[in-house]
């Protein structure tokens, strides 16, 4: 059964940091690119962060870009995501992807909800 588990979500206040985590089962881990979504309130799902397979490459959405780290450890079939100097607008439902190309095929998490608020 394949499977991406999110967790680490959470309340923080502005400034503060988080660190999102996305366990992986069920499906060769190190076949798939890894990606963090976000979906706020009334709005569509914005893709936040890429890490390659191996990890040698990483994207990032210029909102987030020098606040946010995506890196994976394949020996643990975990990706992360560090979020520092969160702001309101950070406010979410943070989902990870598992994404193959060829053949095409993903798996998503069930999210994880993270609220930046005083």
């Known amino acids: 059964q394949e499977q991406l588990v999110e967790s680490g979500g959470g309340l923080v206040q502005p400034g503060g940091s988080l660190r999102l985590s996305c366990a992986a089962s069920?499906?060769?881990?190190?076949?798939?690119?890894m990606k963090w979504y976000r979906q706020a309130p009334g709005k569509g799902r914005e893709l936040v962060a890429s890490?390659?397979?191996?990890?040698?490459?990483?994207t990032y959405a210029e909102s987030v870009k020098g606040r946010f780290t995506i890196s994976r450890d394949n020996a643990k079939s975990t990706v992360y995501l560090q979020m520092n100097n969160l702001k309101p607008e950070d406010t979410a439902v943070y989902y990870c992807?598992?994404?193959?190309?060829?053949?095409?095929?993903?798996?998503w998490g069930q999210g994880t909800q993270v609220t930046v608020s005083s």
């Open positions: 992807l598992a994404r193959q190309l060829n053949p095409r095929n993903d798996y």
């Open positions: 069920g499906f060769t881990f190190t076949r798939y690119a």
């Open positions: 890490v390659s397979s191996i990890g040698d490459s990483t």
